[in-house]
């Protein structure tokens, strides 16, 4: 029984996280990283940029911008598209997300779809932290270190990001989480690459009392959170251009947290937690309106992953695309090529500093292509699957000079 118990678990294992491919990868090399030729631009032309390009160093890239709006990041913990209703692109009878619905359609969401929709998942950025990692970089997460990146010293320390870009920008850079800054490293991977500031459970703690229905297992409640934040956007926003990240927690798994504001009219627990921050985050939208800010100021909604709950997402069709949601508020640039996109969280890096009204020479930054330009993502050029193969094969590039590991 012993024996076939662990051969049973090691095929689990093998199929849950195909660990043989894994391997198998790993003993190949990539050459998507290798250096390309310089492009020569005609003169008297806007250069758009270079399709064939899949790596582009950001060290590499002009960055330019006047008048550039500050930033409001917002990763939202869980979000998908699924639990939106079939009307507008999700699997629901019933939308739970009636107010994030509308600042999509009010604004600028990017789909894989005619419907509202948003970034495929992909190798080293379906969980959270490395969620965040290719947004801020550009770049997928090496799976094998998944979340130790606290044991390591630096958080890759060759990387130019979004927050190093800010800095240079003179940006004031705070980051806003309900949970431990240590986990996984998201100190790490913020304060070495341009934050000035992160408020954490712990320091938050310091400065403020909480009664123990504001705090959950994570750390602190969502609606809490955002109570907090508008005062320190508050502050901020004295300081000169700002850059205020922040992440929620209330829908992580298994169950999601519910709240006091959280109603119970949906058919699970889970639709509840959703509906509850479709508000809360409608009402901090509401709030960043009526401030004299606003109007120069950013704001990205972004789902961090997928739901790993999965237990309400077994009703989710075979032929369905989960997808992550997003919005852009008050971008300083529009395009018509918004739907039946094919992306992913990295090309949020340029993308984001293109809505703040940033020229990016080429439209690329590491793996990341604008969404704005007229380019396109290298897996809408390439194909996921290829691009997905080579980004799970070694490189020496990126051990040497990005990841530079202990």
Known sequence: MIVITLILSLLYTNNRYNVTAYFNYQSQKTTIYNKKKKVHKKKNTEYIGDSTIIYQNPKDVKISGDNTNNLIYIYLESFENTF????????????????????????????????LGGAL??????????????????????????????????????????????????????????????????DKLFLQHGFDKICDINSLKQEYSFKSNELNQWGLDDYKL????????????????????????????????????????????????????????????????SQSWYENTTIVLVGDHPTMAQQYVNDVPSDYQRTTYNCFINSKVTTDQIKN???????????????????????????????????????????QDYINEEVQKSSEYLDKNIYQFN
Request: glycine letters at 8%; proline letters at 4%; one cysteine or more.
């Open 226 to 289: 955002f109570e907090l934040a508008k005062n320190e956007i508050t502050q901020l926003a004295q300081t000169g251009k700002f850059n205020f990240t922040m992440a929620t927690i209330d829908c992580h798994m298994p169950n999601g947290f519910l709240c006091k504001y959280c109603p119970d009219t949906y058919e699970n627990r889970y639709e509840n937690v959703y509906a509850c921050q479709s508000k809360l985050i409608n009402s901090f939208i509401d709030w960043c309106k």
């Open 121 to 186: 998942p992909f190798t080293g950025t379906t969980w959270t932290i490395a969620s965040m990692t290719s947004q801020f970089t550009g770049l997928p997460l090496k799976v094998e270190v998944a979340n130790d990146m606290d044991q390591q010293n630096r958080f890759m320390p060759g990387a130019k990001t979004i927050g190093d870009i800010l800095n240079e920008n003179g940006y004031i850079q705070e980051l806003m989480i309900g949970s431990q800054k240590e986990f996984a490293g998201t």
């Open 84 to 115: 939106l209703d079939t009307e507008n692109g999700g699997i629901k009878n019933v939308n739970c997300l009636p107010e994030l619905t509308e600042l999509a359609k009010q604004n600028t969401n990017f789909s894989n779809t005619d419907q």
């Open 341 to 383: 996109r094919q992306f992913t969280h990295m090309d949020m890096y340029p993308t984001t500093l293109a809505a703040m009204g940033f020229n990016i020479e080429g439209n690329k930054l590491a793996l990341g292509t604008n969404l704005f330009s007229e380019l396109p993502t290298i897996i809408e050029k390439y194909g």
